[in-house]
């Protein structure tokens, strides 16, 4: 399971490479546009919104992964190692609880329920569904790093040692 995670993460690496990069050259061209042009084309905004999108969902999905998240740890810190490693699995059993139910059911049912309607945006022309796709796919990778974590404890404080 630990190449899978390491697989996971290198595609997540740089598919948020990419995305990041497509932002830059993206609000650019608007900023050269604007300057040169007097007026951005409304392509590049509406661009510029949706890879913040994803790059915003995926990027808390990839760092939830890392434990590079937000978190106030100084009471668990504070218990004794085998306390410490129940508590964390508690804590990624809830995580992965909301992952499944907002983000996987919740987000599926919001991407099932924009393709059925036909919504687009409106300039790129792009189905709404494919833009919100990104939430039920971030909550499926929050459920596969937290059951790497509940399934490797050791790892986690290992590596921090």
Do not use: C
């Amino acid at each position: 399971m630990k190449k899978l995670y390491e697989q996971v993460n290198r595609f997540i690496e740089v598919f948020l490479v990419i995305i990041f990069g497509l932002l830059v050259l993206d609000v650019l061209w608007q900023v050269i546009s604007r300057y040169l042009v007097g007026r951005s084309s409304s392509f590049t905004e509406e661009f510029a919104r949706f890879a913040l999108i994803w790059l915003s969902i995926l990027g808390a999905a990839y760092l939830n992964g890392q434990r590079a998240h937000l978190s106030i740890d100084f009471w668990i810190k504070k218990l004794p190692l085998g306390q410490q490693r129940k508590r964390k699995v508690v804590i990624e059993s809830m995580m992965l609880l909301f992952a499944l139910v907002i983000m996987v059911i919740g987000g599926g049912n919001l991407v099932y329920l924009t393709l059925s309607l036909g919504q687009k945006s409106s300039v790129l022309d792009v189905p709404l569904g494919l833009v919100y796709a990104i939430v039920p796919f971030s909550g499926v990778l929050i459920i596969f790093y937290s059951l790497y974590h509940i399934l490797h404890p050791q790892e986690e404080v290992d590596a921090k040692a």
